[in-house]
């Protein structure tokens, strides 16, 4: 469980998506989720597959064409995972701030009487939650929330972490786009431990109704997940971004959508040279003028939609 403060933080991709589930007009863009990457001397393509977050991997694997991809390219980068290096390392040093130490009077009646409700013993006078750090914390929370929901969640079910590790299991390689942050926060960083405890306590409103989910709107969930089905999203290639898709970019604390994007291109760049490799990231990430699709046009590479049979 050390990727949860990870796997929030790059699921506002899809949260982006939603914002404009209404805004395109059918058959305006490409009805796929798949593109081939070919041109600067690449040997071999490789592609880019915008995913959904909360769709389990077995729907994505029911498509031949997706498949195939995944049995010819080498290496996989993700926003989260890698092969290379060690994750999360939760050895806290001296100095560490506590989970329970930023939080309000209110949020921590609040905290314990969710673990009471939920797991049978709270946060008070409980030694080791007194000794947790903030990503402990959090990952606590986040696991508490998805015990023993069905479906995919997002947190433990996970469309690009089942992909990641179905390369993994079968001797691939791959690496993370995303920069891992430090949840290791000190007395010079209390408010970025408070805006992070503040954002998963916020998740526990509501948690106890049938129909809540990570983005506490089921009715826009199953409306995003059944236009991915359908493959028909919006892309937006003539627009920079809307305010809508802005804010959900930085809803959960991190960079902007374009800073983001143009972060990973430098790594994506140096892969697709040396093999064939599959670039899995949100939909989210691909879609606009700051996408992945246009940024990698601009550096010269040619993208072509792979059309998928339906």
């Known amino acids: 469980m050390k990727h949860f403060s990870i796997l929030i933080a790059l699921l506002f991709s899809l949260t982006a998506f939603g914002q404009n589930v209404n805004s395109d007009k059918p058959g305006k863009d490409?009805?796929?989720?798949?593109?081939?990457?070919?041109?600067?001397?690449?040997?071999?393509p490789s592609y880019l597959l915008g995913t959904m977050h909360l769709m389990e991997?077995?729907?994505?694997?029911?498509?031949?064409?997706?498949?195939?991809?995944?049995?010819?390219?080498?290496?996989?980068?993700?926003?989260?995972?890698?092969?290379?290096?060690?994750?999360?390392?939760?050895n806290k040093r001296p100095g560490t701030l506590t989970a329970l130490s930023v939080l309000t009077p209110k949020e921590?009646?609040?905290?314990?009487?969710?673990?009471?409700?939920?797991?049978?013993?709270?946060?008070?006078?409980?030694?080791?939650?007194?000794?947790?750090s903030v990503m402990e914390m959090e990952s606590a929370i986040l696991q508490t929330l998805v015990l023993d929901r069905p479906g995919g969640n997002g947190v433990t079910r996970y469309m690009d972490l089942d992909l990641f590790k179905l390369y993994k299991a079968r001797g691939k390689g791959g690496d993370h786009l995303d920069k891992l942050k430090n949840y290791d926060f000190d007395s010079t960083r209390v408010a970025d431990a408070r805006s992070v405890m503040t954002?998963?306590?916020?998740?526990?409103?509501?948690?106890?109704?049938?129909?809540?989910?990570?983005?506490?709107?089921?009715?826009?969930?199953?409306?995003?997940?059944?236009?991915?089905?359908k493959m028909n999203m919006p892309y937006h290639?003539?627009?920079?971004?809307?305010?809508?898709?802005?804010?959900?970019?930085?809803?959960?604390?991190?960079?902007?959508?374009?800073?983001?994007?143009?972060?990973?291109?430098?790594?994506?760049?140096?892969?697709?040279?040396?093999?064939?490799?599959?670039?899995?990231?949100?939909?989210?990430?691909?879609?606009?003028?700051?996408g992945l699709v246009?940024?990698?046009?601009?550096?010269?590479?040619?993208?072509?939609?792979v059309s998928i049979a339906r």
């Open 108 to 132: 921590y009646q609040t905290l314990d009487s969710f673990f009471v409700a939920r797991v049978g013993e709270g946060v008070r006078a409980n030694p080791d939650a007194e000794e947790m």
């Open 294 to 305: 246009v940024l990698l046009r601009d550096l010269g590479y040619r993208l072509e939609p």
């Open 237 to 290: 290639f003539d627009k920079i971004s809307s305010n809508d898709f802005k804010r959900a970019a930085t809803e959960y604390g991190g960079l902007p959508m374009a800073e983001r994007n143009r972060n990973w291109l430098p790594k994506i760049e140096k892969n697709i040279t040396q093999r064939p490799c599959l670039i899995a990231v949100g939909f989210g990430h691909l879609m606009y003028q700051i």
């Open 30 to 44: 490409p009805q796929t989720i798949l593109w081939k990457i070919t041109g600067k001397g690449i040997k071999k």
């Open 57 to 90: 991997l077995d729907w994505l694997l029911s498509f031949p064409e997706i498949k195939a991809v995944v049995d010819s390219t080498e290496y996989i980068l993700t926003e989260a995972f890698s092969t290379e290096v060690e994750p999360f390392s939760v």
């Open 199 to 229: 954002q998963a306590m916020r998740r526990i409103a509501g948690s106890d109704k049938a129909e809540w989910n990570i983005y506490s709107d089921q009715d826009r969930v199953e409306e995003i997940m059944r236009r991915y089905r």
